[in-house]
């Protein structure tokens, strides 16, 4: 078997929307891979596909060898799976919600003691094991329901939006369990994530997705060093002068542009710290003020931007209502 | 064939096992679902037996309601464990199921047996306390015997549970559900008043309840009688169990989560 994952042209449509559309990836067993998108792009359709939750339209996939929906139970014996919502009962305890979850799998006594102990090890809840889930914080309830996707030793692990809505010390702490699990482990990992910084910080590689498509799949690295150099912000005076300006550095060739952003402008060059005063005086020439420029080196988000005109973070307020919702529903 | 059937029973055993595990966290539910049909035991009976008589000039017997009550219980505690799948649903735990290498039907089955298990405990307890209250039943086989009718017509409505729960997407549904079903289905039951000399409408709607048959069955084996042959209720509560155990399975196994 040469692919953990493999897809052709998986397409998921509901009614006449293109949920995904014609995605062909391949992840490499052993492999920390990313889907990286906002909200809505389809990532999770492709994930519940690939754990056999969602039928696909059309196109094909195997997982770990196995056909998603021929070989469908044989699927679930080889994968976890880690929801965006929590998945424990939580009137048991940790101990217990781990048990089942080995019944379920067909672990024996002896391998669910052995394999509890090794898991709850692995994400530090030993101590709590016998408390009643309810009474977890929601990092705890995670970093629970990540050691239950290991606990029948899963080929592949799917982790779905990992830390979403958790604290900032809270999500370093998940980012190593994975690294480590990764790692000691050996499980190929597939995650899907709206934060740039933690694709970035976890993945081998990463596929952008946008509306349904993969605009882009490499490393973090040689997707950031694409954009060709630093990013350079320029906001303007006035947002009206923005293609005028563009216009003219297109002309004088000394910038690649990357994209018009509310008053922004966002360029791309190779040494950035010497181009800034050949870009200034361009705009002052044409005379076009600008209020402010800054310099940094390039993140995810100038490729996401790059390769789709638009921030991921522009979705970042209907995301953080809905988590909203949720967290009010599951009080009543 | 051996390991297929060994998974099936493990499926179904872990769902019972979570059942009970739930049910042992939660004994205080349990202490208020017996409360009700206890209060209705003692003021209903002190009422009825003060003021009603029966054909024949003899007073109300207060243990005419009893059986009535233990299938009440039954039906209700039947009815939600088969609809606390909607909850499992909406805290998730569904999908946790859903997504194990496990066939469908047997962790639907595992749920029913699960459920089916705390209402018969419900039932006995309440048999229990009745019979401290003085209530006298006709024999320990007809006690044994009353268990298992229990047993059979509590599956019956998990299934039905079970299936409605597939169709249900709110627990708002679920609230609709217990008041438009569960009220009329004790009240229809014969549970409260002999259903020998009810008027034609209501007789079609009593004979159409499959619970009638279970507290017939019921009144048959604590009591000593009953209006509908024994024969054909425990017929009927057979057929009503296997017919919801069949749609029970279906729906589920069409579930989307």
């Not at chain 1, 090890?121 to 009643?132: N, Y």
């Not at chain 2, 206890?38 to 243990?63: C, K, N, T």
């Not at chain 2, 039954?74 to 606390?84: A, C, D, E, P, T």
């Not at chain 2, 217990?178 to 549970?191: D, E, I, Y």
Request: charged share 20%; glycine share 10%; with cysteine.
């Amino acid at each position: 078997m040469l692919y953990a994952i493999e897809t052709e042209e998986i397409t998921k449509r509901f009614d006449d929307i293109v949920a995904v559309n014609k995605i062909s990836i391949s992840v490499k067993p052993g492999e920390l891979f990313g889907l990286l998108g906002p909200n809505g792009a389809g990532k999770t359709t492709l994930i519940s596909m690939l754990s056999t939750i969602a039928e696909p339209t059309s196109g094909k996939a195997k997982v770990w060898g196995f056909d998603v929906e021929k070989e469908s139970s044989k699927v679930r014996e080889n994968i976890g799976m880690v929801f965006q919502d929590t998945t424990l009962d939580d009137r048991l305890t940790g101990k217990e919600n781990l048990d089942l979850h080995g019944r379920l799998y067909g672990l024996d006594g002896k391998t669910r003691k052995k394999r509890i102990e090794e898991v709850l090890a692995l994400v530090e809840l030993t101590e709590r094991a016998d408390s009643i889930v309810r009474t977890f914080s929601g990092g705890m309830m995670r970093r629970l329901e990540i050691a239950r996707g290991l606990m029948h030793h899963p080929h592949v692990l799917f982790l779905d939006e990992p830390t979403l809505g958790l604290d900032p010390q809270t999500r370093n702490h998940i980012w190593e369990y994975i690294k480590t699990l990764n790692k000691v482990e050996g499980v190929t990992i597939v995650l899907t994530t709206h934060y740039m910084e933690e694709a970035d910080h976890l993945c081998e590689r990463i596929a952008i997705i946008d509306h349904g498509d993969i605009v882009a799949l490499d490393t973090p690295e040689a997707l950031k060093d694409r954009l060709g150099g630093d990013v350079i912000i320029l906001q303007l005076e006035n947002p009206d002068e923005k293609s005028k300006l563009c216009e003219i550095y297109d002309k004088n060739g000394c910038a690649k542009i990357v994209s018009r952003h509310n008053g922004e402008v966002f360029i791309t060059v190779k040494n950035g710290e010497h181009q800034i005063p050949h870009i200034l005086s361009l705009a002052s020439n044409a005379g076009i003020s600008i209020l402010a420029v800054s310099l940094r080196k390039p993140t995810l988000d100038d490729v996401f931007l790059h390769h789709t005109g638009r921030a991921i973070r522009d979705k970042r307020a209907s995301e953080i209502e809905q988590v909203g919702f949720k967290i009010r529903s599951r009080r009543k | 064939m051996k390991k297929a059937v060994n998974r099936a029973l493990q499926t179904v055993y872990t769902m019972w096992l979570r059942e009970m595990l739930r049910f042992w966290r939660s004994k205080s539910r349990i202490i208020g679902s017996l409360a009700t049909p206890l209060f209705f035991l003692v003021f209903l009976g002190a009422g009825f037996s003060s003021s009603f008589q029966v054909e024949g000039g003899r007073p109300f017997d207060p243990s005419y309601l009893a059986p009535g009550l233990i299938g009440m219980v039954v039906l209700f505690s039947s009815m939600m464990g088969g609809v606390s799948i909607i909850w499992d649903r909406e805290f998730g735990f569904l999908k946790e199921i859903l997504i194990a290498p496990v066939s469908r039907f047997f962790v639907a089955l595992g749920k029913a047996v699960g459920g089916v298990t705390t209402s018969v405990i419900q039932g006995i307890l309440i048999m229990f306390i009745a019979s401290l209250m003085g209530i006298e039943y006709k024999s320990l086989s007809g006690v044994i015997a009353a268990i298992a009718v229990m047993f059979v017509s509590g599956i019956g409505f998990i299934g039905l549970g079970i299936a409605l729960a597939s169709m249900i997407d709110s627990h708002e549904g679920f609230q609709m559900v217990m008041s438009f079903l569960t009220m009329p289905l004790v009240l229809l039951s014969g549970a409260f008043f002999p259903i020998s000399k009810l008027p034609g409408w209501l007789t079609l709607l009593v004979y159409a309840n499959p619970l009638t048959y279970g507290v017939e069955a019921l009144r048959y084996f604590l009591l000593g009688e009953s209006i509908i042959p024994i024969f054909r209720s425990i017929t009927v509560l057979l057929a009503f169990a296997l017919a919801m155990t069949f749609l029970g399975g279906k729906l589920f196994g069409k579930m989307k989560v």
